[in-house]
């Protein structure tokens, strides 16, 4: 590993809402924001499609199987989305997994359409990552490296070292993130070196952004955060507590413009990796 150190800003949850996508957007043309994570089933899908086509924005896909519905027709995933929804969060997705309660068959026909619909937009992807992370589990990494080589995308969201991160389901999570990096680079993926940012999400603000600049580490890292510019129907259709506005403040900071620029720290996308 060389002694510089690069930073890759993602911004996840692109096309879930215009709002988000708006501070998303923002933070990508007035701030740090390297890259985005698009969610390919999002409400706002088409435009935020567009608009980051426009600005030329470094476009992942975020591969969306909790809490959204599908891209495939509802009825052609009977074990994957029942009623036409996903499982709600990454703990009903992985009790349904281990009980062997959904067909393989059905994740890998919806994973390969939310790509398909991601380029049939005009974008180039650049990686893929996931909604609650859940590519990282086992059962889902080797359909997620399949999915990769089909569509001839070069990066993952895994890494050795993911930073911050304290007690036993972040402890999992850190477990499944070494894992992943480590079978993704002998597939000849390329993956950050660090992920960042997962013990602040959706609590990103600028005093925490400027203690991870202070210490972040020679290589490639990748910060993910969540900004958007939230308002009461935001807060009512995604009840996750999270503080877009204060994260937008942030990745557009002068004062993280300033320490990135004094440590010597250069902003980077995943198509860069």
């Known amino acids: 590993m ?18 988000i996508d708006a501070g998303i957007l923002r933070c990508h043309k007035e701030g740090i924001v390297t890259s985005a994570s698009i969610c390919p089933s999002g409400a706002s899908f088409a435009e935020a499609a567009r608009s980051a086509r426009d600005t030329g924005l470094d476009v992942g896909v975020h591969l969306t199987l909790v809490g959204e519905v599908p891209v495939s027709p509802p009825e052609t995933l009977p074990t994957l989305a029942p009623g036409g929804r996903f499982p709600r969060g990454y703990a009903a997705l992985f009790r349904r997994l281990l009980l062997g309660r959904i067909r393989t068959p059905e994740l890998e026909r919806e994973l390969d359409a939310q790509v398909a619909r991601v380029r049939d937009a005009g974008l180039e992807v650049s990686h893929l990552d996931s909604h609650q992370h859940v590519h990282l589990h086992p059962s889902l990494l080797p359909l997620t490296l399949r999915l990769a080589r089909r569509f001839g995308i070069r990066a993952l969201r895994a890494a050795s070292r993911v930073s911050g991160l304290a007690g036993v389901r972040p402890a999992l999570l850190a477990f499944f993130a ?22 602040e999400t959706g609590g990103l603000s600028e005093r925490r952004l400027l ?56 902003l980077v996308r995943h198509r860069d990796l």
């Open 2 to 19: 060389d002694g510089e150190r690069r930073l890759i800003v993602t911004a996840d949850d692109l096309g879930l809402h215009p709002r």
């Open 178 to 199: 070494h894992r992943a990096a480590r079978h993704a680079r002998a597939e000849g993926l390329k993956v950050p070196d660090a992920v960042l940012g997962l013990a």
């Open 211 to 266: 203690r991870l600049v202070e210490h972040l580490t020679p290589g490639t890292s990748e910060l993910v955060c969540h900004p958007g510019s939230a308002d009461d129907e935001v807060e009512a259709t995604y009840e996750w507590h999270f503080h877009w506005d204060e994260e937008a403040r942030a990745l557009t900071s002068p004062r993280v413009r300033e320490a990135l620029a004094a440590k010597g720290i250069r």
